[in-house]
């Protein structure tokens, strides 16, 4: 039972020198770089792994001691990444994922991708021109640019650094957002 906790667990690795998110790896290959000098604890779970004579932190984020040159990896759009990227919050009226609107609770299905230079004049799916929003302001904006709505925006929508959206917003600990810029 144990072994099975320690082989799921996943653990985020940094670039050294910048910190920028290279990949997510194992529990254990995260320890092994760790106690081969390579890499550093940045971050720790608050859990411990325990031998018969040491005790040695669980990291939740690592780096790598030295820099490495890694070829940028662009962000794929799509609808749902872009949902991630906003973290599901309306970037008109800034509501979010479980708060209350109008006695109900936000779902994840009350809310959908705007284009903000809508498709009808000229506008592409790409991440500048696209971002999370609440059906009610989506509905509201329809074919018409913010300012001609009267909306505007809270953030300017932008291309993420790297694709761990999913990582960031889906599977991964709330711990690697700040390592994950967006």
């Known amino acids: 039972m144990a072994v099975s906790w320690v082989v799921n667990r996943q653990v985020l690795l940094l670039n050294g020198g910048n910190w920028e998110p290279l990949i997510v790896i194992s529990l254990p290959r995260a320890l092994n770089l760790v106690w081969q000098g390579k890499a550093v604890i940045v971050e720790e779970t608050g859990e411990v792994l325990r031998s018969v004579t040491r005790h040695f932190p669980v990291p939740s984020v690592v780096a790598l001691q030295r820099y490495i040159n890694v070829p940028r990896r662009k962000a794929h759009w799509c609808r749902k ?18 708060e209350a609107e109008h006695n109900r609770i936000l779902k994840k299905a009350d809310f959908t991708v705007d284009h903000i230079v809508p498709r009808s004049r000229g506008g592409n799916d790409v991440w500048t021109n696209t971002a999370c929003s609440c059906s009610r302001c989506n509905h509201r904006k329809g074919d018409r640019l913010p300012h001609e709505a009267g909306m505007r925006l809270l953030w300017e929508p932008k291309r993420p650094r790297t694709s761990y959206l999913v990582i960031a917003y889906g599977s991964g600990p709330s711990i690697w957002r700040r390592y994950i810029e967006i």
């Open 81 to 98: 990444s872009v949902l991630e990227r906003d973290g599901f919050r309306c970037i008109y009226c800034g509501i979010r994922l479980g």
